[in-house]
């Protein structure tokens, strides 16, 4: 008779212990009393602190054992997660070997100890074998509580303050005032910095140290994974940073015509007779004398009558893969960009975009893909754009970040976008942290602190 599966409600009949549940799973997967007493204990706690229960605490600073010694209900609740967590770590296959999402078996403490867009399912198309599984489990967890609608309304909101400041610091650098003066911005951008530091200083990562446990079993683990989901987005963008060092800054003159062109837009018709004429090399004068006066600008000063063929290939190639990039920018970066609606780009973008495939093809760069269990950890960021639909939410992430950084050097900006970038790895450092309580009154009340402390460290406006 099964006494922990998920429907099952407790009642005074029920044994609740460890061994209870080792003899529970033991049978359902048909072994003996010996194997139960031995390996499936093993396996949920033992003296390498590598069982489950030790697992939830170190990995995750989730501490089941808070549950297991308290009440009944608590109790029968903490054996019925684990032995949930027991079935997607040992049930199934390889996912290596699958056919089926439904199929895989995941180590979910790791996976779950590393955020990263690997392990949700995002606006992309990109499949997340990870994504599909943690969100099967959080739905099976919501299921056995009353309030999941206010505690992801409650997360929600304060991950929308969070946002919110993070556009507010962006705009110190991405703001028309801020590149029209950027000595002040130098100023107000460095004082920031100082601030944060300051706020990154007084907290301390040992969080499951002062994690209460006044909510449920399944209420606190809900939290838990609903905290994940926004952890991963954070965490990506932080891994992504120390891949996405800015360049240095090109000339005052090539500065001064980027900051014309900022105003003028490419048309998709115009982008299109580019592509053509790269395709074909028909006799579309207008197009060439546009290649000539773009030519410089994308080869840091490099006239077009002294190009190398291979200069050639690399920009036929940019320019037939430029537009495959604003789908990106606005899965990362939203409602800010309307380039698809507009049906055109401002002609700065153009000339960044075209720069930065030519310099991911040319250096070929890589993505270091570091989420848990994954075969192929460096990816060329060039493959993204074979199939830039189904490419792989990292690298996305990865190329806004490095298209960013160009587009600001591009206008001047070296400085600022450094010490943003520098700000930024604080700043998600905080949040992380404070997205790793899993008790929702102590979430509230830390992340409400922390939001405090990051609006004082911001000015008003640019």
Not at 17 to 25: H, K, S, W
Not at 48 to 54: A, E
């Amino acid at each position: 008779m099964a006494y922990f599966d998920m429907d099952i409600e407790y009642n005074d009949s029920i044994p609740l212990t460890l061994a209870a549940l080792c003899r529970e799973v033991a049978a359902e997967d048909g072994g003996d009393r010996i194997i139960c007493d031995g390996a499936y204990r093993e396996y949920f706690r033992n003296g390498y602190n590598s069982g489950l229960i030790q697992k939830l605490r170190t990995n995750l600073g989730y501490d089941i054992d808070q549950y297991l010694s308290g009440d009944c209900e608590s109790k029968h609740d903490a054996l019925k997660l684990l032995k949930l967590l027991y079935i997607i770590e040992k049930h199934g296959k390889p996912k290596n070997r699958i056919k089926s999402l439904e199929e895989t078996r995941i180590r979910i403490t790791d996976v779950l100890a590393k955020p990263r867009l690997g392990n949700i399912k995002t606006e992309l198309p990109h499949q997340s074998i990870y994504g599909e599984i943690i969100e099967k489990l959080q739905l099976q967890v919501q299921n056995s509580i009353t309030d999941a609608d206010n505690r992801k309304k409650t997360i929600e909101v304060f991950y929308a303050y969070w946002e919110n400041a993070h556009r507010r610091l962006l705009n110190q650098v991405f703001s028309d005032a801020a590149m029209r003066d950027k000595d002040s911005a130098k100023k107000r951008i460095e004082q920031i910095l100082r601030r944060i530091r300051m706020i990154g200083e007084e907290i301390h990562d040992d969080y499951a140290q002062i994690c209460a446990y006044d909510d449920g079993v399944f209420e606190s683990f809900f939290d838990l994974l609903e905290c994940h989901r926004y952890k991963c987005i954070d965490a990506t963008l932080l891994h992504n940073l120390e891949q996405a060092q800015p360049l240095c800054q090109p000339s005052a003159e090539i500065i001064a015509i980027m900051d014309q062109l900022e105003k003028r837009d490419y048309s998709w018709d115009v982008i299109d007779r580019i592509e053509r004429f790269l395709d074909e090399s028909n006799d579309d004068i207008e197009v060439m004398n546009n290649i000539i006066i773009l030519w410089p600008l994308i080869f840091d000063g490099q006239r077009f009558e002294d190009h190398e063929h291979e200069d050639w290939l690399r920009f036929r190639f940019a320019a037939s893969h430029a537009r495959s990039v604003i789908p990106w920018l606005k899965s990362v970066k939203g409602d800010v960009v309307h380039y698809e609606e507009m049906r055109a780009m401002p002609v700065d973008l153009f000339i960044c975009i075209i720069q930065e495939i030519i310099c991911v093809s040319r250096e070929k760069v890589r993505l270091k893909n570091d989420c848990w269990g994954y075969n192929n950890v460096h990816q060329s960021l060039r493959s993204a754009l074979k199939e830039p639909e189904d490419a792989d939410p990292m690298m996305v992430t990865l190329w806004v970040q490095r298209l960013e950084n160009r587009v600001a050097t591009a206008h001047g900006g070296y400085e600022l976008i450094c010490i943003l970038r520098e700000i930024e790895k604080v700043f998600f450092r905080i949040k992380q942290y404070a997205f790793s309580y899993y008790d929702i009154r102590d979430f509230s009340r830390v992340n409400s602190s922390l939001l405090r402390d990051i609006e004082d460290a911001l000015p008003s406006s640019p």
